[in-house]
Nanobody
């Protein structure tokens, strides 16, 4: 298994941008589908974006389409979430996740990085 570590969160004004990273210090992410999830205070964790293990397919929750872009660099064992035109409702703890392509549920999780968007 790989150990997933998120970084890049912080405080940003509405309309601003942040880039989140999900990296490993050991192991490879190349065998996994990868995704980003988020959880706001008092709410359940929700899906944000996903990318196939080769990077050829992407999908997004409707609320972030056109604003967020998921990408990965398997050679560097790193996945990214570029977040533009941030809104207050994007405020949440963002989690990196991974799964084998043959299973339904994500089974590897990072500890999360906080994103706070001020209005």
């Amino acid at each position: 298994q790989v150990q997933l570590v998120e970084s890049g969160g912080g405080l940003v004004q509405a309309g601003g941008s942040l880039r989140l990273s999900c990296a490993t210090s050991e192991g490879s992410i190349s065998f996994y589908d990868m995704g980003w999830f988020r959880q706001a205070p008092g709410k359940e964790r929700e899906f944000v974006a996903a990318i196939s293990r080769g990077g050829s397919r992407e999908r997004y929750v409707d609320s972030v389409k056109g604003r967020f872009t998921i990408s990965r660099d398997n050679a560097k064992n790193t996945m990214f979430l570029q977040m533009n035109s941030l809104k207050a409702e994007d405020t949440a703890n963002y989690y990196c996740a991974a799964k084998s392509p043959v299973v339904v549920e994500y089974h590897l999780w990072g500890q999360g990085t906080q994103v706070t968007v001020s209005s």
